[in-house]
């Protein structure tokens, strides 16, 4: 999955909350956390790409129906508001 934002610098997570500046999450056939607070640790459905990096693979998806939903949040995790998109997709067995 490649991922695109406009009007938000991408970045490592460095802990800090900036305007403008933040790295993506994704959630897979997961809801998001609620917004006012850090997105919890990387698990099998929680991914901070805390790299900086616009890309990233999932190993290991069943076949069926999948949804991610991307969100992007500030260097602190905290989401950052409207910042996020969703695609649904369908791995063939
Ligand atoms: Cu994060």
Redesign the pocket.
């Known amino acids: 999955m490649t991922l695109r934002s406009e009007g938000v610098r991408i970045a490592k ?1 460095d802990g800090a909350r900036v305007e403008g500046v933040g ?1 993506y ?1 994704l959630f897979l056939d997961t809801l998001p956390t609620t917004d006012s607070l ?2 919890p640790p990387n698990s099998s459905k929680v991914v ?3 790299t900086g990096d616009s890309t990233y693979t999932f190993k290991g998806v069943p076949a069926g129906r999948h949804r991610i939903i991307a969100v992007i ?1 500030y ?1 602190s ?1 905290v989401p950052m508001a409207g910042r996020r998109d969703t695609v649904d997709f369908t791995v063939k067995p």
């Open positions: 997570a790295h999450h850090p997105i901070h790409i805390g949040g260097g995790h």
